[in-house]
């Protein structure tokens, strides 16, 4: 078992530009959840986390008990695995209300480990 200083600060992204900001670092994609990643070159300043669920997945209760088994993901054990001064953005796919939740918390933190092969290309330089 942890204590607590053994736990690693992970704060809250919030606002709207907040989120748009990760949309321009990397992308990891997996059957449960799409994880966006961005550095912040912020060495010092703690991993910031945010959660997104679209309402194609469900209802509300079903929107909330997804987001809430993410924070609780996050809370239990992928937060040791967040790199400080790194923001995450986790958005939900549907698959996830159904999943075991220790598979839930393998993926999230697979996903936080391991980089992706290949970067996004940047948002201008995609072909009509």
Known sequence: MTTDKDKMAVGRLKSRPQFLAVRAGESRRGPLF?????????????ARVGFTVTKKHGNAVERNRMRRRLKEAVRLSAGFAMKPGHDYVIVARRDLLN???????????????????QKRPPAGSRKS
């Open 34 to 46: 799409l994880l966006e990643v961005l550095d912040r070159n912020d060495p010092e300043g703690e």
């Open 99 to 117: 999943a075991p939740f220790d598979a839930l918390t393998r993926a999230l933190r697979d996903r936080i480990e391991n980089k992706p092969k």
